[in-house]
């Protein structure tokens, strides 16, 4: 009896605790099919497996932005500047999400071998396949920053306080674009069992292979958030003005952390 209430006692422990730190938004299921999301001027937009783009509101109201299966050949999604930026069969294009209208930016073509894509002061930048990192301004124009394959070891890409960072065979770094220099931060290896990385206001948000979640400053300097593997079961994460959002078993959870 005694060992039935211990359990019990801890499970409601830690569901007390889940409560505090995790608000449901919106209805269950309603992001089962999503398979991308960004977050633009205090909305997060996403996309389904049709190729249909929504935008939800902070309350977990969501409508329908443009025809339906209108983004079906996305394969990079990102918010710069009011707008919605996607890499399309290797083409880019920009989409306003207030009226849906979309046109192409720069040639055909280019970016077919871009593997990840950031936005930062007005600028787009990515990686290629081959580990090569190019700036690509709001008309399509680009250029290749620093040395042919610099960025080969870069499983994961953010940008944050002027700076991208990557994870790089499991270690941290942060590179300044305009002096062309890099900084380790935080202790070699410290990220090799992270699986996925977002930025947000000064923090970088990162899960663990097991589901842990985890909150690092610009310094390197971080803490672990909530219980071991408590995100386990979640497939997108997105940061929105200071909390972090989650897609768990098709529903949407946010924390403060």
Known sequence: MKRTFLIFLISLTWHVVFSQRWQQVGKAGDWQNTIAVVALNGHLYSIEQDGTLFKTDK???????????????????????????????????????????????????????????????????????????????????????GGKGEFEDADMLESMGDYLWTVENGTLYRTSVRSMTWQQVGKKGDWENTVAMVADQNYLWSVEKDGTLFRTDINGNYEQIGPEGILKDVSLIVAMDGMLYVVENGTLYRTKG
């Not at 309350?59 to 996607?86: P, R, S």
């Not at 077919?112 to 002061?121: F, H, L, P, S, Y």
């Open 59 to 145: 309350q977990g109201n969501y409508e329908q932005v443009g025809a339906k299966g209108e983004f079906d050949h996305a394969e990079i999604l990102v918010a710069m500047d009011g707008e919605i930026w996607t890499i399309e069969d290797g083409s880019l294009y920009r989409t306003n999400p207030a009226s849906g209208g979309w046109r192409q930016v720069g040639k055909t073509g280019d970016w077919q071998n871009t593997e990840g894509m950031v936005a930062m002061n007005g600028k787009l930048y990515s990686i290629e396949t081959n580990g090569t990192l190019y700036e690509t301004a709001k008309n399509g124009t680009w250029r290749q920053i």
